[in-house]
């Protein structure tokens, strides 16, 4: 890397820089009321790779991305599949807060479903089994 000066500090090689992923999903210069959860929001959009940072910064073909990433997306995808179309499920109300003081940052009761049922019936579809491995804590009924 070359040394580089931006918004007057001057970066030397070998400096080492924090990136606010936090901060950045949330500049309210790049998002209309970005502390809202508002998905419809991409529906639309092409992509830019220095406003939202789901997995690293900048081009994916040129630029550090998370080795992960593509693993990540297609996960996203099922999981979402699953809980949109082959579970039902009940979302008591929990603890949302996050905070920034503990890695990763999380809501601080994570995610929790409970009365999880397949929609396909007795053998048909997810159960409570399969949604611990979205990032849920099931309960069955």
Request: a neutral charge; charged letters at 30%; one cysteine or more.
């Given at each position: 890397m070359q040394p580089f000066t931006w918004r007057e500090h001057r970066f030397a090689e070998g400096d080492w820089v924090l990136l606010d992923i936090y901060g950045t999903?949330?500049?309210?210069?790049?998002?209309?009321?970005?502390?809202?959860?508002?998905?419809?929001?991409?529906?639309?959009?092409?992509?830019?790779?220095?406003?939202?940072?789901?997995?690293?910064?900048?081009?994916?073909?040129?630029?550090?991305r998370?080795?992960?990433?593509?693993?990540?997306?297609?996960?996203?995808?099922?999981?979402?599949?699953?809980?949109?179309?082959?579970?039902?499920?009940?979302?008591?109300g929990q603890d949302l807060t996050v905070s920034l003081s503990r890695m990763p940052a999380r809501p601080a009761s994570g995610c929790v479903i409970e009365r999880v049922r397949s929609r396909g019936g007795p053998g048909g579809g997810a159960d409570a089994r399969g949604v611990a491995g979205l990032g849920c804590a099931g309960r069955t009924a």
């Amino acid at each position: 890397m070359q040394p580089f000066t931006w918004r007057e500090h001057r970066f030397a090689e070998g400096d080492w820089v924090l990136l606010d992923i936090y901060g950045t999903n949330r500049d309210p210069a790049a998002w209309d009321r970005p502390e809202r959860f508002s998905p419809e929001r991409f529906v639309d959009r092409r992509g830019d790779p220095y406003t939202l940072i789901p997995q690293g910064g900048g081009d994916h073909l040129r630029d550090h991305r998370c080795a992960g990433e593509w693993l990540t997306i297609a996960l996203t995808r099922l999981a979402v599949d699953v809980l949109a179309r082959e579970i039902e499920y009940d979302v008591p109300g929990q603890d949302l807060t996050v905070s920034l003081s503990r890695m990763p940052a999380r809501p601080a009761s994570g995610c929790v479903i409970e009365r999880v049922r397949s929609r396909g019936g007795p053998g048909g579809g997810a159960d409570a089994r399969g949604v611990a491995g979205l990032g849920c804590a099931g309960r069955t009924a």
